[in-house]
């Protein structure tokens, strides 16, 4: 359907069903509407995109001591069955892999989850192993600064309350459950952090694993004395693995 580096660029009105922004145009000039299903081919060849000045997904122009490493040189929307049938668990489909810039890598059987600056430039990526052999200590694989990016999974209608959790995925199931989705990709957020996500949002949700309570209870505290109306939620499973409107109200 997509090209297999094909970049998502914009949110635009359908034209088959008239919805306002469910439309997602992407580099090559292809289009699919996450209400209706419309699909609109490609207009340019992958070729062409770099001939035109268009940055390809994954590539960036940060510099080399930026600490970012480039992305996989063959990610797309190409999901094998293991990967869906792994998402499927959490509720997550193709559709929302690619409104949230998921992409897939077959050459090293990564996941990977991408958050893009102010420009068009990745500033942090994450991937998550699914090769056979793989031990738990090393399914993620992260490439720049968690610490200096506030990466943010959005909802399709604007909302104050932001939860923060520690997996991409996680965030993402937030997110379509209508809140704004923080991974922080440990137990914890640096104060500086914290202080940029007060700008956008008045209330805060800190969700993490069963086994992180007592950090969790610490970021909620760091949160209250920004100004934060902030709570913990704790439960034995992942938020992940969870209706996320049965537990944030």
């Not at 932001?162 to 993402?172: G, L, Q, T």
């Amino acid at each position: 359907m997509y090209g297999q580096n094909d970049r998502f660029v914009s949110h635009e009105a359908c034209k088959t069903c008239g919805s306002r922004d469910n439309f997602a145009r992407y580099a090559s000039g292809s289009g699919y509407c996450f209400g209706c299903g419309a699909f609109e081919r490609r207009t340019t060849s992958p070729a062409a995109w770099n001939q035109r000045g268009i940055q390809r997904v994954g590539e960036s122009s940060q510099p080399e001591e930026s600490g970012i490493r480039p992305c996989p040189d063959d990610i797309g929307t190409y999901y094998p069955v293991k990967v869906l049938e792994w998402l499927s668990k959490y509720s997550i489909g193709v559709p929302e892999l690619i409104k949230h810039n998921v992409l897939w890598s077959p050459s090293r059987e990564q996941l990977i989850y991408i958050f893009y600056g102010a420009g068009k430039d990745v500033v942090l990526w994450q991937a998550r192993n699914f090769r056979q052999g793989t031990t738990h200590k090393s399914r993620f694989y992260t490439s720049g600064s968690p610490a200096d990016v506030l990466a943010t999974y959005y909802p399709s209608e604007e909302s104050n309350t932001a939860i923060i959790v520690e997996d991409c995925c996680s965030a993402i199931k937030c997110a379509e459950a209508g809140f704004a989705g923080v991974p922080c990709f440990s137990a914890a957020m640096p104060r500086e952090k914290l202080a940029r996500l007060r700008r956008y949002y008045s209330n805060v949700v800190v969700w993490l694993d069963a086994d992180k309570l007592n950090e969790a209870r610490k970021l909620a505290t760091q949160c209250a004395l920004l100004g934060f109306t902030s709570k913990v939620v704790h439960t034995e499973n992942d938020p992940k693995e969870l209706r996320i409107q049965d537990h944030v109200r």
